[in-house]
Every structure is written in structure tokens, then in C-alpha cells.
């Protein structure tokens, strides 16, 4: 069995400074995300694709290490509601998204706070200066999106890249 990956591309947020979705009241409806979604081009999943793997970074100035930012991953089927999987907090570490600034950092820890996916979502390679990762199993949806949320990084952002086992 191999494992294709493609390469990583641009999570463009939902909403930076959003608030978080209201899953208990409207919020919880295909037009609030899908219109949001087609506004920042939320990526259409591959077909091809069983899983993803997704990265988060952030900036703060100059003193970026440590400072966190709050994420709330959502996904849906084509003609079905928003779903929410999960939510959590990002804290950003030493590396460099682009190492002339130093500005940008990567995340290197990925906590989850709360998760009511089919598969269990637990981070890899977090809190240790080097860059935690979120695999998400996809379990058949057609489009995946972060809502992203600064409470201590001036910008949010985040990257995915879908993997298959073939």
C-alpha cells in the first residue's frame, strides 16, 4: 500500500475574528457556511482524498513565539448542512514560516478543546518547536474550512494538504 499526498495549499479561514459558529441555533445552516466559503474559496475536496493534514500559523511582531489564536474546524457534503468536527487552540512556536521575518511563526502546539467528528482528531508532533499538525479523516465531505479567531497573533492562517492511501 503507498500514500499520495498532495501539496499543501492555502485553509483560507472562514472568518478571521469571526465568532464562533452557533451550533445550537442558526448558525447551523448550509448558506452561512457555503456563502462564506465561496467568498475565501474554501477547497473542494479531491475525490481522490480519504484524509487531510492541516497547519496552522500566526504573526505577532516581533515577540510572535507563545502567542495563540483560537480554531474552529467545520465541514460539509455537497447539498447538507454545515458540520461542525472541532475546536481548539493554536500556540505558535520558533519556526519561521519565512525565516527572513521571523515575524510568522508556525504553530507547534494544536489542542483540542472539543470534537464531535466520526473519527477522533488528535494532533501529531505538538508542543515541541517544530510544526504540529491536525490530520482530520474526511469521511466523505465535499469541503473543509477553519474559522479562525486572533486572541493573542495580530493574523491567522492555515494550510491542508489531502492524502490518500492507494
Same mark, same amino acid.
Given at each position: 500500500? /503507498?500514500?499520495?499526498? /498532495?501539496?499543501?495549499?492555502?485553509?483560507?479561514?472562514?472568518? &478571521?475574528?469571526?465568532? #464562533?459558529?452557533? =451550533? #445550537?441555533?442558526?448558525?447551523? !445552516?448550509?448558506?452561512? %457556511?457555503?456563502?462564506k466559503g465561496e467568498t475565501v474559496d474554501a477547497p473542494k475536496i479531491p475525490?481522490? #482524498?480519504?484524509?487531510?493534514?492541516?497547519?496552522? *500559523?500566526?504573526? *505577532?511582531?516581533?515577540? /510572535?513565539? $507563545?502567542?495563540?489564536?483560537? =480554531?474552529?474546524?467545520?465541514?460539509?457534503?455537497y447539498g447538507g448542512p454545515a458540520e461542525y468536527l472541532a475546536h481548539g487552540?493554536?500556540?505558535?512556536? !520558533?519556526?519561521? &514560516?519565512?525565516?527572513? !521575518?521571523?515575524?510568522?511563526? =508556525?504553530?507547534?502546539?494544536?489542542?483540542? !478543546?472539543?470534537?464531535?467528528?466520526?473519527?477522533?482528531?488528535?494532533? %501529531?508532533?505538538?508542543? $515541541?518547536?517544530?510544526?504540529?499538525?491536525?490530520? %482530520?479523516?474526511?469521511?466523505?465531505?465535499? *469541503?473543509? #474550512?477553519?474559522?479562525?479567531?486572533?486572541t493573542t497573533t495580530t493574523t491567522t492562517g492555515a494550510k491542508i494538504a489531502?492524502?490518500?492511501?492507494?
Open positions: 500500500m /503507498a500514500t499520495k499526498q /498532495a501539496e499543501y495549499l492555502t485553509l483560507k479561514p472562514l472568518g &478571521v475574528d469571526d465568532t #464562533a459558529i452557533d =451550533w #445550537a441555533g442558526t448558525d447551523q !445552516t448550509t448558506d452561512r %457556511v457555503e456563502d475525490v481522490w #482524498a480519504d484524509a487531510a493534514v492541516i497547519i496552522m *500559523h500566526g504573526e *505577532h511582531g516581533s515577540a /510572535a513565539e $507563545n502567542k495563540t489564536m483560537a =480554531w474552529e474546524l467545520v465541514g460539509w457534503r487552540t493554536a500556540i505558535l512556536g !520558533t519556526q519561521a &514560516v519565512v525565516a527572513a !521575518t521571523q515575524t510568522e511563526l =508556525w504553530a507547534d502546539t494544536i489542542a483540542i !478543546t472539543g470534537q464531535a467528528w466520526l473519527g477522533v482528531l488528535s494532533p %501529531v508532533d505538538s508542543g $515541541n518547536d517544530r510544526i504540529a499538525k491536525l490530520p %482530520v479523516d474526511l469521511y466523505g465531505l465535499s *469541503h473543509i #474550512a477553519l474559522v479562525m479567531q486572533k489531502f492524502i490518500a492511501e492507494i
